[in-house]
């Protein structure tokens, strides 16, 4: 199953940006919620800070080791894919000139319209082999290389997006004026980070904005909603 | 840009099998390397039972709101593309029908043979739209009320993940046996959770219940070694 999300034309960004907003989206908002939910339960913030920077370090490594395994995963799926429908393209040619023409027929294709592509594409092994994945099971070629720079893409953005919320407990006197401020700045970091990733994913910049807001809201209140019943 | 992975044929299981992944992955990682992370900086079983509740809390809601929104969005690029397409085949057909040609011609075949094909879908523009959707963007039509399914199914997942490290942590007497518990019960939950995901996947299972194991282990030893570092 491919795990990463599948690019296509319109889009005019880059998978980099992709996992820029993968890692900065959790950074964001989990680090700073546990944060939130911490100073509810417990007034030590040298605790709220080491409790951070190891959410921070296993939420890096984890979704960064994700990437990394998901990407890889997806390049040998690709490749076995494509070892199969080689063999079938050579072994089984009736039944994939058969799974051509179907290609089409979903689309009120008939039979003798279809006719010309599955003689041309026979004609050229290799490029049928390629006309499979993509049309008949919907793969595109994974870009080598690309796992190493996910993983590290997606850690890195994790940590930034991370050190945020929790910058305000390094300097801050008391953990409820910490607390106050790295509500602002999150809140304030969200929305800029929601707003850019809408302009680059298409969905209105503004309501993009306010749904990445909402989201670190939520998961802060409900950490500290917890965090308070329990140690509170 | 989709941003939830692209399904298709080869893959024999569901979509909910994906997001039980995506949460029970993240689920299963964060919460018992913050745990054990803790457990190396402070012996209050309290306060580690709290902190990954919390992070439990957090990391749930951020990830089952954040598939919400990603599936939300995937849904609008849809149809917003859809839109376009439509607008396009009907505004400027001739563009359109080059652009079918286009497709084809990237994979060895002349402008002749396409061209009944062209002619084909010419007279069935809603074919033709849907056609385009497909081949053009390489977008997949959405299933509608997936988004909140997927919300559930997620943080769910990493819900169930998350208890299972923490689990020793309420009943154990104090923080070193309940961390030497939590490493032998979440070992073996990602040992058997990697299995079955490669099974799922396609990933050699014994390869890819190695994998989550290291990732893991990974994530739990750099927090660990941050917060003895910090906290210790």
Sequence with gaps: M?????IERHFTSS????????????????PFALAAG????IDQQAIIVTAGLAEIAAGSIAMGLGGYMAAKSD???YAKEREREKREVAEIPNEEMREVA???QAYGLSEEETWPIVQALKRQPRNWVDFMMRFELGLEKPE???AMRSA???AGAYVAGGLIPLSPYF???TTSVALLYSVGLTLAALLIFGFVKGRFTGTRPLRSALQTALIGSAAAGAAFAIAKLIGG
């Design 15 to 30: 998978v980099v940006v992709r996992d820029v907003v993968i890692g900065m989206a959790d950074g964001l908002t989990v």
């Design 75 to 77: 390049a040998e799926h």
């Design 38 to 41: 911490l100073s509810g339960a």
């Design 2 to 6: 491919p795990q990463t999300p599948h």
């Design 102 to 104: 179907e290609v089409f």
């Design 171 to 173: 300097v801050s006197e």
């Design 144 to 146: 080598p290389r690309r």
């Design 152 to 154: 590290l893409t997606i």
